[in-house]
């Protein structure tokens, strides 16, 4: 049990368009969705959290009108790259948990930026 | 502030060998939540063991047990008789009211 999942697993995008990536908990319910960045050997930064049907908390230095996050059920979480540039090139990753005790790791999507 | 130190950027072990990896945390919460993540090559987070705070007991899971120091704030993680397949980068993660904090990874090479 508690999988999740990330759609796409790789995508590659020309500067200035926008990227969508959806996050899944496939046999549970999510209250509390999770977005994360992670450059090459480095660790897990947070980006912003999510609760469904409401706003996204932001991390400070985290651009929210870049990065759109969208909660709409108990099952799905998108983050969209808005106008992309080569800098946001890196892997994100997205967890998800239905308590304060654990949470669950997609397997990311890795977006090239060109 | 709520930070987690690996000290160790990189570690090898010989196969069948048994290594420690080490991680320290900074706190001023009393109920919280200790993780060892592995990350191998696929980039999938994936959990190696998991330690309540109000937990005395040490955690074991098989071949991967931890020695959880509360008063020192130490969470290392001993893997014994070391497999090829445990190659890769380890991280040491707190997790408190919902958010977690993660350390910056041990890199493991498994020497066969």
């Known amino acids: 049990g508690a999988v999740v999942s990330q759609h796409p697993s790789r995508v590659i995008c020309k500067s200035g368009t926008s990227v969508k990536i959806e996050c899944r908990s496939l046999d549970f319910q999510a209250t509390t969705m999770f977005w994360y960045r992670q450059f090459p050997k480095q660790s897990l930064m947070l980006m912003a959290t999510?609760?469904?049907?409401?706003?996204?908390?932001?991390e400070q230095g985290v651009e929210k009108d870049k990065f759109l996050i969208n909660h709409a059920s108990l099952t799905l979480s998108t983050l969209t790259v808005t106008s992309a540039h080569p800098e946001d090139s890196s892997f994100y990753i997205c967890?998800?948990?239905?308590?304060?005790?654990?949470?669950?790791f997609g397997p990311g999507t890795r977006l090239t930026v060109l | 502030a709520q930070t987690v130190t690996q000290s160790q950027p990189e570690m090898s072990v010989q196969e069948a060998e048994t290594v420690t990896l080490s991680c320290t945390y900074d706190?001023?919460?009393?109920?919280?939540?200790l993780f060892w993540y592995k990350q191998p090559p696929s980039r999938q987070m994936i959990l190696v063991i998991r330690?309540?705070?109000?937990?005395?007991q040490n955690a074991t899971e098989n071949r991967f047990s931890v020695n959880f120091q509360k008063a020192a704030k130490s969470f290392s993680l001993k893997i014994s008789d070391s497999q090829l397949g445990d190659a890769a980068m380890y991280f040491c993660?707190?997790?408190?009211?919902?958010?977690?904090?993660f350390g910056t990874g041990t890199s493991l090479t498994v020497i066969p």
């Open positions: 706190t001023s919460e009393s109920d919280y939540y």
């Open positions: 993660a707190y997790l408190v009211g919902n958010q977690f904090y």
């Open positions: 967890s998800a948990s239905w308590g304060a005790t654990e949470q669950f």
């Open positions: 999510s609760n469904e049907g409401s706003k996204a908390t932001y």
């Open positions: 330690q309540e705070a109000y937990k005395q």
